[in-house]
């Protein structure tokens, strides 16, 4: 792996030539860890960060710059009188253009039930397809039920990806869109993104 490559030329450099290399592209050497973890099988990417304060508002953003003020209305008011089980204890309250505002569990709610039928009611076409790729590749593996749907989770995401910049621009392409890839093989080792994430840690702050 080139980060342990790269760690490892930083560790020879500070030996031979003591303090005067410190890093290398921002790597300084090898962490304790390492000792501990596998790297990069044991490391994982936390689904509530990645997908739900991070893609999911990017997508947003971009979809209420496309759609009438109108929609964005309808939209807003179809998720204000929702009726949602008493125990998710969700409740939206700003609008989908504040979607910076919304809580994690609100998004996690939204892309795994309530995107995908509200969404491809305003959505071009072209738009509508390819955010329900991606709904679907979070719903299969928030708790895959085989080892075949986390296959095809994986070739869901690989053509999401490949044709992300289509469908937008360049600008899609960040490193938070190009980690999506390794979650196949993180479910596959660790279980379900539902399984994995800061979403218990979250529930549990008030409690401290």
Known sequence: DEFIITA???EQNLTVGGKRCTSISGIKGLSSLLKIFNYPADIIYDYMHLVCLNHVPTLMKRFTEIISKDAVAEIDSILKRI???HEVNVKFIFSIKSIQDWKAKHVRLFILNLGLPIMTQYLPISYSSHFSIYCLFIKILHCPKS???IQLADKLIHYYC???SSIYDKKIELYSLHAHLHL???VRNHGGLAFTSSFCF????NHL
């Open 184 to 186: 196949p093989a993180q």
């Open 202 to 205: 979250e529930s549990m702050i």
């Open 162 to 164: 490949k044709t992300s």
């Open 8 to 10: 490892n030329q930083v």
């Open 147 to 149: 080892l075949e749907e």
């Open 83 to 85: 009726k949602i089980p």
